[in-house]
């Protein structure tokens, strides 16, 4: 994995610490031109991972990666799915049952969710393949060497105990993908805990690591024990707790943990991106 | 120590949230289940160790539980906690409360004479930055108050569609009852008790038989004023988004769950709040968890529940009686509206 990846919440109106930046956001990014021009100039800045949520307007971004194959042949992109709030929204209105018909193509479902009979075992590894070719269908033809999924889901699994739904996961993006399974999460020592019971050695977790705790669940001192004496591909992210910290003392308590693999931030402009990953460069290494 | 038994009545998006906090709590035994859905009963079955029924009573009957969380829609919750609490099981109770205020004051007085810890899930009140909004509101630093503002937006109807239990006035499935009851209980927490309904708009955009969005003039309990503003079919916003504005003649402050802008006419020395704007942070208030899904706030609300199961203390935020008083605003507003 490339040790700066490109994230895309800023696109998307995604700010942990401001409705209103979250507004401006939507405003400067409403065409998917504006997005792209950001996206070039990080890679002309020489990054070349994008690591972003399956939401509709990414489906636009990879029609027009597949339309200049020479400025992206070697780009990649990690997919994280699913994109949760289109999938909330729709529970809300439609229940659990409304949802999964509306977004499960074809109509294997429809006679079960009607007829409420016995669903297999094996339906739930099927409907859960089903749902991720859905998801994966944008990203046709492009570089995928990394899938995720997004911590609601990993969490929401987590705390069920529902722990064999990582392992079918796990197997079928290797099989089918041919790529690495990601895990996105709140709760990394409880995640890491619960792959390494399923077998699963040295998962890729991506999870929010900065100096103030900021949404890791249990706090520092158990995540920093787990990033010095684990086995595992760690991905920080929120590394500046939703601005909280300046860039500078945020990568710098990244550099305390030779295991980090890999930094993910956002950033729109080009001054942004630049000093970010000059300074991951300089402290990660 | 050993663990308390737990349950879940309801596995829809909030059931299933509350499953995976109660299941990831360290001080409890997440012991069984129960919905009408036999594809989700079948999910917990296959994947996990939880009992599984279709019928609540059975679950209450037979696990010795002590408590359970129940997130079915409104309608249910008269019945299922009343079950609940006749087999001295303590009880969180998604919101809105109850249907009816008469059916909430019976429970409310159930919870009392037996001494059972009952909470109403508003989990705003275990955001931070709101936490924060009520200690400088008791600190009195923007002076006396002249007017409130109680907000909330956000996109679940942006067209039109065919119908759900959510667009059936009497199961509670409106904006009033979905979206506006956590305002009014915010309003009731931080700002003060509504007594008085002056105004209430319940308008209709694109649902059939329920209202979209709720504009209301309310008068609380101290005298001070002020307006009720939601509408559940915005899409500018990417979720709820839910905020209160109290203008003092001090100064202002807004809040949401994610920052408090203050604003102060002259320094305030003993709170280090300078003269003109101050921006403050969730990042600074949020409250520690050991397990979190989708917020902390959700978490922090259970972990407050399971506290005072074992502490034996009836907790003070969220009580029965609380979301009793806000479903006695909703009818008020509803009271008003049908007089417009």
Same mark, same amino acid.
């Given at each position: ?9 800023q696109f998307f109106a995604v700010n942990h610490a401001s409705d209103e930046k979250s507004r401006a956001q939507a405003i400067r990014f409403k065409d998917d031109s504006a997005i792209i021009g950001v996206l070039d100039q990080a890679i002309d800045l020489g990054l070349n991972t994008f690591m972003c ?74 409907? !859960? #393949?089903? %749902? ?9 033809? @492009?570089?995928?060497?990394?899938? *995720? ?87 920080? !992210? #929120?590394? %500046? ?9 945020? @990568?710098?308590?990244?550099?305390? *943990? ?28 | ?82 079950y609940a609490f006749d087999n001295n099981v303590n009880v969180f109770c998604e919101k809105p409360f109850t249907l009816l205020s008469s059916e909430g004051q019976e429970l409310v007085e159930i919870a009392a004479s037996k001494w059972l810890v009952n909470q109403v899930g508003y989990h705003n009140h ?215």
């Amino acid at each position: 994995m490339d040790k700066v990846l490109f994230g895309d919440n800023q696109f998307f109106a995604v700010n942990h610490a401001s409705d209103e930046k979250s507004r401006a956001q939507a405003i400067r990014f409403k065409d998917d031109s504006a997005i792209i021009g950001v996206l070039d100039q990080a890679i002309d800045l020489g990054l070349n991972t994008f690591m972003c949520t399956t939401h509709d307007r990414i489906a636009n971004i990879c029609d027009h990666m597949r339309s200049n194959p020479g400025r992206y042949k070697d780009f990649n992109i990690f997919p994280c799915m699913p994109y949760a709030h289109k999938y909330a929204n729709a529970v809300t209105e439609l229940g659990i049952m409304g949802t999964i018909k509306q977004y499960v193509p074809g109509n294997i479902f429809g006679t079960f969710a009607k007829g409420g009979m016995a669903f297999l075992s094996n339906d739930f590894s099927k409907l !859960m #393949q089903i %749902l991720i070719d859905a998801e994966m269908k944008m990203f046709k033809g @492009i570089n995928t060497p990394v899938i *995720f999924i997004q911590n609601v889901l990993v969490d929401l699994i987590l705390g069920l105990g529902m722990f064999e739904v990582f392992k079918e996961y796990d197997e079928y993006i290797r099989k089918k993908y041919d790529a690495e399974p990601g895990y996105i999460t709140m709760n990394m020592p409880m995640l890491l805990d619960a792959l390494e019971g399923l077998g699963i050695k040295n998962p890729i977790i991506c999870t929010s690591i900065n100096k103030i705790g900021f949404r890791m669940a249990g706090g520092n001192e158990i995540y920093e024990k787990y990033l010095q004496e684990r086995e595992f591909r760690p991905i920080a !992210m #929120q590394v %500046l707790a939703a601005g909280a910290l300046r860039p500078k003392e945020a @990568i710098e308590y990244l550099g305390k *943990f030779p295991k980090i693999e890999s930094v993910l931030f956002g950033a729109s402009s080009k001054g942004h991106i630049k000093e970010t990953q000059e300074l991951i460069h300089q402290y990660l290494k | 120590m050993n663990k308390i038994r737990g349950s879940i009545i309801g596995l829809g998006k909030m059931g299933l949230s509350h499953a995976a906090i109660v299941g990831a709590h360290p001080a409890v035994e997440f012991a069984a289940v129960c919905d009408t859905s036999s594809m989700i009963l079948d999910g917990f079955k296959k994947y996990t160790k939880v009992h599984t029924y279709s019928d609540y009573k059975k679950m209450i009957d037979n696990e010795k539980l002590d408590f359970t969380v129940i997130a079915t829609p409104t309608k249910y919750h008269y019945p299922m906690v009343k079950y609940a609490f006749d087999n001295n099981v303590n009880v969180f109770c998604e919101k809105p409360f109850t249907l009816l205020s008469s059916e909430g004051q019976e429970l409310v007085e159930i919870a009392a004479s037996k001494w059972l810890v009952n909470q109403v899930g508003y989990h705003n009140h275990f955001i931070g930055t709101f936490r924060e909004l009520k200690r400088l509101l008791q600190e009195n630093v923007i002076g006396e108050l002249v007017h409130f503002s109680g907000e909330a937006y956000g996109p679940v109807v942006t067209m039109e569609k065919g119908s759900t239990w959510r667009s059936k006035p009497e199961e509670g499935g409106g904006c009033l009852f979905d979206y506006a009851s956590h305002v009014i209980n915010l309003i009731q927490e931080i700002i003060g008790r509504p007594e008085q309904v002056n105004g209430a708009l319940l308008k209709s955009i694109y649902s059939k038989g329920v209202e979209d969005a709720v504009y209301s003039l309310l008068t609380l309990e101290s005298g001070l004023t002020g307006t009720l503003l939601v509408n559940w079919s915005d899409e500018t916003y990417r979720k709820m988004s839910t905020s209160l504005s109290l203008q003092g003649k001090k100064g202002k402050i807004i809040c949401d769950a994610t920052e408090i802008k203050i604003y102060l006419k002259e320094p305030n020395q003993k709170e280090k709040l300078e003269k003109g704007w101050t921006i403050k942070y969730i990042t600074e208030f949020a409250l520690p968890v050991n397990f979190e899904l989708r917020g902390e706030e959700y978490s922090a609300q259970i972990d407050y529940f399971v506290d005072n199961i074992i502490s034996k203390k009836n907790g003070s935020l969220n009580t029965f009686s609380q979301g009793l008083y806000t479903d006695k605003v909703i009818e008020m507003i509803i009271e008003k509206a049908k007089k417009n």
